[in-house]
């Protein structure tokens, strides 16, 4: 399974402004618009619970595309779940990898947010990261990867200017 992690920051590290979790209020289009380019281009997208909650607000449910939702508690869910749509569990990352190799799927993007980022990173599973840099400071804020101690190795692999205020889309390898 090729996983592909995307996640957005300030140039001081944080992917949200302090305690507000909406990000779409200072992220700029052209990141907006690489984002959805990779969520139509992706089958499989797995988040973590605060991570759905914050987007609900944009997240379109459509067939042929399984977004899984992580939680301690998916029988909370069930009632918005949508088969082959919108799923919720408890799985760790291994046995919710192997289940969704099982039913074919070859790619996971991986949304986000720093609590699932690190439970993935722990288990070496992430492939490669698309990370933009917004020209911005918060000072405060969520970061791209929290609750774990690692010490990863990236190669980076390609570096592309987004717009004229120059907010920066890098694509890493994970080694
Ligand atoms: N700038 C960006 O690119 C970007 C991207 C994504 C998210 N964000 C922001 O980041 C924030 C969310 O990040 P976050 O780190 O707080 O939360 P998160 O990673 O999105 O979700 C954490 C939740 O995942 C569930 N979880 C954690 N460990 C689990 C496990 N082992 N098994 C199953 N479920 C598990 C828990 O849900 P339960 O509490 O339900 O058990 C936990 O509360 C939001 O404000 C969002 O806007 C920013």
Redesign the pocket.
């Given at each position: 399974m090729k996983i592909t992690m995307?996640?957005?920051?300030t140039v001081d590290g944080k992917?949200?402004r302090g305690e507000n979790?909406?990000?779409y209020t200072w992220t700029s289009s052209e990141d907006q618009k690489h984002f959805f380019s990779l969520i139509k281009k992706n089958n499989l997208i797995v988040?973590?619970?605060?991570?759905?909650e914050?987007?609900r607000p944009v997240i379109r449910l459509e067939k042929g595309k399984l977004r899984i939702v992580?939680?301690?508690?998916p029988k909370k869910y069930s009632k918005e779940s949508v088969t082959g749509q919108l799923e919720f569990?408890?799985e760790?990352p291994e046995k919710l990898i192997k289940r969704m190799e099982g039913l074919g799927y070859k790619k996971i993007l991986l949304?986000?947010?720093?609590?699932?980022?690190g439970?993935f990173l722990k288990e070496n599973l992430v492939d490669e990261l698309y990370l933009t840099i917004e020209p911005k400071i918060f000072g405060s804020g969520?970061n791209i990867i929290?609750g774990q101690l690692l010490d990863k190795f990236l190669q980076l692999i390609n570096v592309k200017k987004l717009n004229k205020k120059g907010t920066l889309l890098l694509r890493y390898k994970i080694i």
């Open positions: 995307v996640m957005l920051m992917t949200t979790k909406n990000i988040m973590g619970r605060k991570t759905f914050a987007s992580l939680t301690h508690h569990s408890n760790n949304v986000g947010g720093a609590t699932i980022n439970l969520k929290e």
